[in-house]
């Protein structure tokens, strides 16, 4: 059975930082790019940042939303199927729950839209106050 599990979510404040967790299990992490999405309040969900895991030097593969590059860093730990996003310097444009997805790797780009997913997490709620 696929399970990604989310953790992390909170309250804070505008400047504050949060990191969220993704537990992968059920398929091979190498195979998919996993993400997290976001949808705001009265927005539609958009794509965050994600990340492929099965170049073998390391150098893997990673998207990065425009609104949130240089304050956002997407990571992976292999060793227990799990991902990560780093969030500095969180704005109340921020709000939103995010979902952790996974769509199948294919030869193409790393795919980062929600529609690819096959899979999906729960979701954590992110509230960043002014």
């Known amino acids: 059975e696929v399970q990604l599990v989310e953790s992390g979510g909170g309250l804070v404040q505008s400047g504050g930082s949060l990191t969220l967790s993704c537990a992968v299990s059920?398929?091979?992490?190498?195979?998919?790019?996993i993400g997290w999405f976001r949808q705001g309040p009265g927005k539609e969900g958009t794509g965050v940042s994600c990340?492929?895991?099965?170049?073998?030097?390391?150098?893997?593969?990673?998207y990065v939303a425009d609104s949130v590059k240089g304050r956002f860093t997407i990571s992976a730990d292999k060793a227990k199927n799990t991902v990560f996003l780093q969030m500095n310097n969180l704005k109340p444009d921020d709000t939103a729950v995010y979902y952790c997805?996974?769509?199948?790797?294919?030869?193409?780009?790393?795919?980062?839209?929600?529609?690819?997913?096959?899979?999906w997490g729960q979701g954590t709620q992110v509230t960043v106050s002014p």
């Open positions: 997805g996974a769509a199948p790797m294919g030869p193409a780009a790393l795919p980062c839209e929600s529609e690819l997913n096959d899979y």
């Open positions: 990340i492929n895991t099965r170049d073998p030097s390391l150098d893997y593969s990673t």
């Open positions: 059920g398929f091979t992490f190498d195979d998919w790019a």
